[in-house]
């Protein structure tokens, strides 16, 4: 079983920034891939960013040039650095980790990102 625990959401205004974390804890073997995922009001759930095992990323267009995901494999943790944020950028952001040999998802709870124009 793998628990994960995100923080860093909150309030900020269009242009500001905020980073992200999800802290795992359990039986962590096997790595495949770490992600951020968000869901607006109305909207389905979209990926945002995913660094797999090797170290490689991947970003949805919206967020290029503006969202870094990175790792901290000591910490077990992922981080979602979001810079120049817009309005659009308002939605609650789920990490997801893919682990095992027969991979298996899981997730944090979610974390409200809210910004204002």
């Known amino acids: 079983q793998v628990d994960l625990v995100e923080s860093g959401g909150g309030v900020v205004q269009a242009g500001g920034s905020l980073r992200l974390s999800c802290a795992a804890s359990?039986?962590?073997?096997?790595?495949?891939?770490m992600g951020w995922y968000r869901q607006a009001p109305g909207k389905q759930r979209e990926l945002v960013a995913i660094i797999s095992s090797g170290g490689s990323t991947h970003y949805v267009d919206s967020v290029k040039g503006r969202f870094t995901i990175s790792r901290d494999n000591a910490k077990s943790t992922v981080y979602l650095q979001m810079n120049s944020l817009k309005p659009e950028d308002t939605a609650v952001y789920y990490c997801?980790?893919?682990?095992?040999?027969?991979?298996?998802?899981?997730w944090g709870q979610g974390t409200q990102v809210t910004v204002s124009s």
């Open positions: 997801n980790w893919v682990i095992g040999v027969t991979p298996s998802d899981y």
């Open positions: 359990g039986s962590i073997v096997s790595i495949n891939a």
